[in-house]
T-cell receptor, first 117, second 109 residues
Framework: NAGVTQTPKFQVLKTGQSMTLQCAQDMNHNSMYWYRQDPGMGLRLIYYSASEGTTDKGEVPNGYNVSRLNKREFSLRLESAAPSQTSVYFC????????????????FGPGTRLTVL | DAKTTQPPSMDCAEGRAANLPCNHSTISGNEYVYWYRQIHSQGPQYIIHGLKNNETNEMASLIITEDRKSSTLILPHATLRDTAVYYCIVRGNTGKLIFGQGTTLQVKP
């Protein structure tokens, strides 16, 4: 199993450009998450998807959109990138039980390092 | 989900036990305590979690006080590879993890 994979690993954008960060997991997990981490800070939740076909806002959703394409894939889109979105982006997934989240561990991808000039 | 308080940094001698404290005084009955660590800005790695009983696995032990308002992560024999940022997180049934700034553990030879 590859676990949680993210593409690209690095990206440099100019202000106003758009891009999509891709995330996929091969563990048959129901729930997926997008976080951002600024230098010297902890991770902050951007959006999450509790199950295929559903998405919800986290702590810092402004400037982002997400798509839960299928059970495996959860993408994060920046429609008009801003320098404030320079960060490391982590995707994560977790197996859930019927009726709600389980208390299993959350698996994280290696991150995408995004710089917006 | 309850917030947590951790010291910003700690040192530990290689081979000794590292004891990382965490306060979560507003924790509610159905919230679990989770510990993750992050090495060199890699993706966070799960360590252990618990509700009210003490827990042990191959990586660490988790000691939760009887009133559940605080906990301690114990790395029994710290190595240089355990140098990382350690996050204590209280998680409820939303499934979301709310990260604080964590404790930077420096293991020294």
């Amino acid at each position: 199993n590859a676990g949680v994979t993210q593409t690209p690993k690095f990206q440099v954008l100019k202000t106003g450009q758009s891009m999509t960060l891709q995330c996929a997991q091969d563990m048959n997990h129901n729930s997926m998450y997008w976080y951002r981490q600024d230098p010297g800070m902890g991770l902050r939740l951007i959006y999450y998807s509790a199950s295929e076909g559903t998405t919800d806002k986290g702590e810092v959703p402004n400037g982002y959109n997400v798509s839960r394409l299928n059970k495996r894939e959860f993408s994060l889109r920046l429609e008009s990138a801003a320098p404030s979105q320079t960060s490391v982006y982590f995707c994560a997934s977790i197996r859930t039980l019927a009726g709600g989240p389980s208390y299993n561990e959350q698996f994280f991808g290696p991150g995408t390092r995004l710089t917006v000039l | 989900d309850a917030k947590t308080t951790q010291p910003p940094s700690m040192d530990c001698a290689e081979g000794r036990a590292a004891n990382l404290p965490c306060n979560h005084s507003t924790i509610s009955g159905n919230e679990y305590v989770y510990w993750y660590r992050q090495i060199h800005s890699q993706g966070p790695q799960y360590i252990i979690h618990g509700l009210k009983n003490n827990e042990t696995n191959e990586m660490a032990s988790l000691i939760i006080t009887e009133d559940r308002k605080s906990s301690t992560l114990i790395l029994p024999h710290a190595t240089l590879r355990d140098t990382a940022v350690y996050y204590c997180i209280v998680r409820g049934n939303t499934g979301k993890l709310i990260f604080g700034q964590g404790t930077t553990l420096q293991v020294k030879p």
